[in-house]
């Protein structure tokens, strides 16, 4: 990794700038939603990807987007491709067959799947929690780093290993703070 981007990184998981959240690499406050419980905030690979933005990629048209209820089935249905190797959606209890691509998710199926996965409000008017780094034209991401960014903090991966896991699931799986996930970036990366 970029010993210049590792500090700054680090540095920044410290200070206290970003509120840390889980599920995915950002996240906005969605006003008007009845949803409780949910906060604002960033995930480790969040916080480098906006350092990216203020930086390097000040010039680039990457964003932080919301996701609207099309692009929410999209994800869906990718995340049943994903656990294809299971004879049962884990999202919907749908089995997994070859029409898995075709498959059109309820509002129940789509609110459980985004309030669960996500742990972001689903609001079927569309409240555009802000949650995908992406490309305005093409590349964009929710849980993971887009290229631009790996190639710009000279990381061998988009969601790289820093001792026992992923950073992702350091941060999502075994809750651990930023202060401790940047102890292991500076020990691993």
Not at 29 to 47: E, F
Request: hydrophobic share 35%; proline share 5%.
């Amino acid at each position: 990794m970029d010993i210049n981007v590792k500090h700054k990184w680090v540095k920044e998981l410290r200070s206290g700038r970003f509120d840390q959240c889980i599920g995915s690499l950002r996240k906005s406050h969605c006003a008007g939603s009845s949803y409780t419980g949910i906060r604002g905030g960033y995930d480790p690979l969040g916080v480098l990807c906006q350092l990216w933005l203020e930086g390097p990629g000040k010039g680039e048209k990457y964003e932080w987007l919301p996701l609207d209820k099309t692009e929410m089935k999209e994800v869906f249905r990718s995340q049943m491709e994903f656990n294809d190797n299971e004879e049962v959606c884990p999202h919907c209890g749908m089995l997994l067959e070859d029409g898995w691509f075709d498959y059109e998710p309820t509002e129940k199926e789509l609110k459980k799947f985004v309030e669960e996965y996500y742990h972001i409000p689903y609001d079927t008017n569309d409240c555009k929690t802000k949650i995908a780094f992406a490309h305005k034209d093409w590349e964009g991401t929710i849980n993971f780093l887009p290229s631009k960014v790996v190639e710009w903090a000279g990381l061998l991966s988009y969601d790289p290993w820093v001792g026992p896991a992923r950073i992702t699931n350091l941060n999502d799986i075994y809750a651990m703070s930023f202060e401790e996930i940047a102890d292991l970036i500076e020990e691993h990366l």
